[in-house]
């Protein structure tokens, strides 16, 4: 099982970024798919999730703000982050699996910025 993510780097508050994570090695269209974040001193905490059949559900720190989605046919999971916070820096985690916590991919820093 490979994740690899691409995106993230540094913004100012209000704005965006979105991060990617490409799976292979395992049956993605069956899997549900998390983003986790873990800020400076802080345990890493689930964001966003997204079962097979394409339900949502979202820290309440981030409701409203970010979406997060799949693309089976590409393997592909996105986390569309919008209005940035400066709370919201932290690594970025993709995770895949039949349950989470499954596979997790290599982590992307986000920088938010006043």
């Known amino acids: 099982v490979r994740l690899v993510q691409s995106g993230g780097g540094s913004v100012a508050a209000g704005g965006s970024l979105e991060l990617s994570c490409l799976a292979s090695g395992l049956r993605f269209s069956l899997s549900a798919v998390g983003w986790y974040r873990q800020a400076p001193g802080k345990q890493r905490e689930l964001v966003a999730t997204i079962t097979m059949n394409g339900t949502t559900r979202y820290a309440d720190s981030v409701k409203g703000r970010f979406t997060i989605s799949r693309d089976n046919a590409k393997n592909t999971s996105h986390l569309q982050m919008n209005a940035l916070k400066l709370d919201d820096t932290a690594d970025y985690y993709c995770?895949?699996?039949?349950?989470?916590?499954?596979?997790w991919g290599q982590g992307t820093q986000v920088t938010v910025s006043s």
């Open positions: 995770n895949v699996g039949l349950l989470l916590p499954g596979h």
